[in-house]
């Protein structure tokens, strides 16, 4: 299932109308500016990772749910699977992204198929930082990851790395072809953090540590090289 902006967006507005909420109110709920849940709704930009997932902790749902009313609520002994190319598509200005195992509701994992699409720092228009950890792996290409706390850090096919996803963070594909990943976030908590999206200067991305961002004691930047361990700062 492919969803564009539009669809995106209509299927939101259904959700807060269906709870009876204004704008005004669901942008409280959520912490999503009403300037930009207009323009969502109206399918007139493609909500970030990100954004999309604070919209769905508005509506006190599940990620998959929300682009999936059929998804299943949680029991006991669930099972589903996802074949090649069946998940739901959604894209963005630096991402394509197909989502696995949307039928299942109320999950602590969201799984994602990546393309990396940006190619210079200048295209990193808007970085991740979301609630909870986050598992990549290289399927195709070379990603370089870059962090706010770390320099950055390229991952060939087979390689991968696990961050604290508060730490804000985003891709670059620094091959000739197609650059490709899963990306598994993580989180046991209900609710989004209130700052779950920043939208950083390209700029501040490489190098350590930044001026202006305070370096937090819990965020961690883990890559695995060929099973070889990489903790060093």
Avoid at 144 to 152: G, R, S, V
Avoid at 154 to 174: C, E, K, T
Avoid at 175 to 196: N, T, W
């Amino acid at each position: 299932m492919d969803l564009n902006a539009q669809q995106i967006g209509q299927r939101i507005k259904v959700l807060r109308r269906d709870r009876r909420w204004t704008l005004q109110e669901f942008s409280r709920r959520s912490n999503v500016s009403i300037s930009a849940l207009s323009k969502i709704e109206n399918g007139q930009v493609a909500a970030s990772f990100d954004t999309l997932l604070r919209i769905a902790r508005g509506f006190g749902i599940n990620f998959d749910a929300m682009l999936n009313a059929g998804a299943a609520q949680r029991s006991a002994g669930r099972f589903t699977n996802t074949r090649g190319g069946a998940g739901v598509f959604f894209s963005t200005d630096m991402y394509e992204y197909e989502v696995h195992s949307v039928e299942l509701k109320r999950k602590h994992m969201i799984p994602l198929h990546m393309e990396v699409k940006a190619r210079r720092l200048s295209e990193l228009t808007r970085w991740s930082s979301h609630e909870g950890e986050e598992f990549i792996y290289v399927i195709k290409g070379k990603i370089e990851l870059h962090t706010e706390l770390y320099a950055p850090f390229l991952l060939l096919p087979g390689d991968s790395a696990y961050i604290d996803s508060q730490m804000p963070h985003a891709f670059l594909n620094r091959g000739k072809g197609k650059a490709e990943m899963l990306s598994i976030c993580f989180s046991q908590e209900v609710r989004l953090a209130p700052d779950a999206t920043r939208d950083l200067p390209a700029g501040k991305a490489s190098g350590a540590a930044h001026g202006g961002y305070p370096r937090s004691a819990a965020s961690r930047h883990y890559t695995t090289k060929r099973t070889v361990l990489n903790t060093s700062k």
